[in-house]
T-cell receptor, first 114, second 113 residues
Framework: NAGVTQTPKFQVLKTGQSMTLQCAQD?????MYWYRQDPGMGLRLIYY???????DKGEVPNGYNVSRLNKREFSLRLESAAPSQTSVYFC?????????????FGPGTRLTVT | KNQVEQSPQSLIILEGKNCTLQ??????????LRWYKQDTGRGPVSLTI?????NTKSNGRYTATLDADTKQSSLHITASQLSDSASYIC????????????FGTGTLLAVQP
């Protein structure tokens, strides 16, 4: 099992460009999440999908959109990148969104917006 | 405001020594408290998950404790190894929003030979 995979690993964008970060999991999990991690701050939830066909906003959703393509895949789109979106992005999945279910994280995508 | 604060920010210890990392939180009520290990350039990996009714949980050389009355948790690492060098993150799951985990900023541990 590969677990949670993310592509690309690194990306440099110019302000105003768009891109989609891809995430896939092979653990048959129902719930998937997108986080960003910035220096000196804890991980912050951008969007999550409790189950296939549903998505909800997290703490910092502005400037992002998501698509739960199927049970395996959950993508994050930046329509018009801004320097403030320079960050490391992590995708995670869990069996369900219930109280004590462990979240499994991908390796991250390091994004720089110039 | 729900917060999770960790101390120290960073720590250097010699291989073979023990250490204890601290976590204070204001999240209340909460569902569970988690500790994650994050190696440089990698995603976080779960070490322990404790419900509000548990006092301690172990995972090999890692032992987490929880005092819900004082809203404090600690992670004790025994007989440290070079591979323990990483950031250790305390995370609290609010009872009313279990999807929306609240992450601390982590303690960066360096184990030196």
């Amino acid at each position: 099992n590969a677990g949670v995979t993310q592509t690309p690993k690194f990306q440099v964008l110019k302000t105003g460009q768009s891109m989609t970060l891809q995430c896939a999991q092979d653990m048959n999990h129902n719930s998937m999440y997108w986080y960003r991690q910035d220096p000196g701050m804890g991980l912050r939830l951008i969007y999550y999908s409790a189950s296939e066909g549903t998505t909800d906003k997290g703490e910092v959703p502005n400037g992002y959109n998501v698509s739960r393509l199927n049970k395996r895949e959950f993508s994050l789109r930046l329509e018009s990148a801004a320097p403030s979106q320079t960050s490391v992005y992590f995708c995670a999945s869990s069996e369900t969104s219930g109280r004590h279910y462990e979240q499994y994280f991908g390796p991250g995508t390091r994004l720089t917006v110039t | 405001k729900n917060q999770v604060e960790q101390s120290p920010q960073s720590l250097i210890i010699l291989e073979g020594k023990n250490c204890t990392l601290q976590c204070n939180y204001t999240v209340s009520p909460f569902s569970n408290l988690r500790w994650y290990k994050q190696d440089t350039g990698r995603g976080p990996v779960s070490l322990t998950i404790m419900t509000f009714s548990e006092n301690t949980k172990s995972n090999g050389r890692y032992t987490a404790t929880l005092d819900a009355d004082t809203k404090q948790s600690s992670l004790h690492i025994t007989a440290s190894q070079l591979s323990d060098s990483a950031s250790y993150i305390c995370v609290v799951s609010p009872y009313s929003a279990t999807n929306k985990l609240i992450f601390g900023t982590g303690t960066l541990l360096a184990v030196q030979p």
